[in-house]
Nanobody, 118 residues
Framework: QVQLVESGGGLVQAGGSLKLSCVASGGTFRRYGMGWFRQAPGREREFVALITASINTYYADSVKDRFTISRDNAKNTVYLQMNSLKPEDTAVYYC????????????WGQGTQVTVSS
């Protein structure tokens, strides 16, 4: 069983930055693919970024060149650095773990709210 706890959300003005953290417990973190997703009110959850166990990274087009995903295996933590934030980035952000190595995320955090004001 893997537990994921996100933190770092908040209210920020457009153009500002936030750094989200997600701490994992109860597993072998370094072996897992980790992802960030978000869900805005009235919209479906969408992919934001992922980082593989071998430190390959992938981003949604909407956040490429603004967001950076990284991980610290010694701290069992994955980060999402968000720069040049826009009002349309407002959402609940979730981290997720792929522990079965099949590309499916089987553990999810509770989410952290990010609100970007214009």
């Amino acid at each position: 069983q893997v537990q994921l706890v996100e933190s770092g959300g908040g209210l920020v003005q457009a153009g500002g930055s936030l750094k989200l953290s997600c701490v994992a417990s109860g597993g072998t973190f370094r072996r897992y693919g980790m992802g960030w997703f978000r869900q805005a009110p009235g919209r479906e959850r969408e992919f934001v970024a992922l980082i593989t166990a071998s430190i390959n990274t992938y981003y949604a087009d909407s956040v490429k060149d603004r967001f950076t995903i990284s991980r610290d295996n010694a701290k069992n933590t994955v980060y999402l650095q968000m720069n040049s934030l826009k009002p349309e980035d407002t959402a609940v952000y979730y981290c997720a773990a792929d522990t079965s190595f099949g590309g499916e995320y089987d553990y999810w955090g509770q989410g952290t709210q990010v609100t970007v004001s214009s």
